[in-house]
């Protein structure tokens, strides 16, 4: 009798997690209750859903993205500058999902447009250049501390738009599944901040507004998204 009870509390469950889809199988749904966790272009994160009805779904995640790093380049001149640079992207974003091919079959059945947004705490990076080497003037060497150094900062941070696509609930087993989300952030034009020391100092005056014209093209953060979850 305990043995039968439990059976049909399994069943049950299995069914709850199940609905017939429109070529008359029995499968699972576009949207369920999930926690994840995501990986991509965006860096690591974690991420939360519930459905709002059978064709809409509401998910909600954060990301972070550090990366530091350093590079030796000569900046077409004879003399090598090091660069330490560091970028850092920390987002938490709102998402609505919608599914519009709900007589579709099993694979386009879990297919959705997404539309949303999210606020960057962090969204840029910046970098500081100085001489790898000491500069001689004759017989004379002056350290590249006392020529000069270059710091730029570049922020995009702020509320910022998204729209995309991608497959949500592809079922790995039990309530465990993926998901695969496309899109971009439109993230606009950023402030763009540069300062330099001694011998540079008049260099933000010609590279600043060149760097701020090239970083114009620059309005669209693509993501690309992989997510780990498990329904409950």
């Known amino acids: ?25 029995l499968g699972h749904p576009a949207f369920q209750k999930l926690v994840g966790i995501t990986v ?3 860096g690591v994160g974690a991420e939360v859903g519930t459905p709002l009805s059978n064709r809409f779904n509401l998910r909600l995640s954060t990301s972070l993205l550090p990366y530091k790093g350093d590079l030796v380049k000569s900046f077409n ?36 447009l997404t539309v949303g947004g999210a606020y960057f705490f962090k969204a840029g990076g910046n970098a500081t250049v100085m001489l790898n080497e000491p500069y001689y003037v004759g017989d004379i060497a002056f350290t590249p501390e006392e020529v000069g150094v270059i ?50 100092s008049s260099n933000p005056e010609v590279n600043e507004p060149i760097l701020r014209r090239n970083l114009k093209d620059y309005k669209w953060l693509p993501k690309l998204e992989i997510k780990f979850a498990y329904n409950y």
């Open 40 to 42: 991509g272009t965006q």
């Open 77 to 112: 001149s004879s003399s090598k500058y090091n660069t330490d640079f560091k970028v850092e992207f920390m987002n938490f974003s709102g998402f609505i999902d919608w599914q519009p091919f709900p007589n579709a079959g099993a694979l386009f059945h879990k297919f959705a």
């Open 151 to 200: 710091n730029t900062t570049v922020d995009w941070k702020g509320w910022v738009p998204y729209a995309g696509l991608g497959w949500q609930n592809l079922v790995i087993a039990g309530g465990f599944n993926m998901g695969v989300n496309l899109g971009a952030y439109y993230i606009g034009d950023p402030e763009v901040k540069m300062t330099a020391t001694n011998w540079l």
């Open 1 to 25: 009798m305990i043995l039968t009870g439990c059976g049909l509390l399994t069943s049950t469950a299995t069914f709850a997690q199940q609905e017939w889809l429109p070529d008359g199988n």
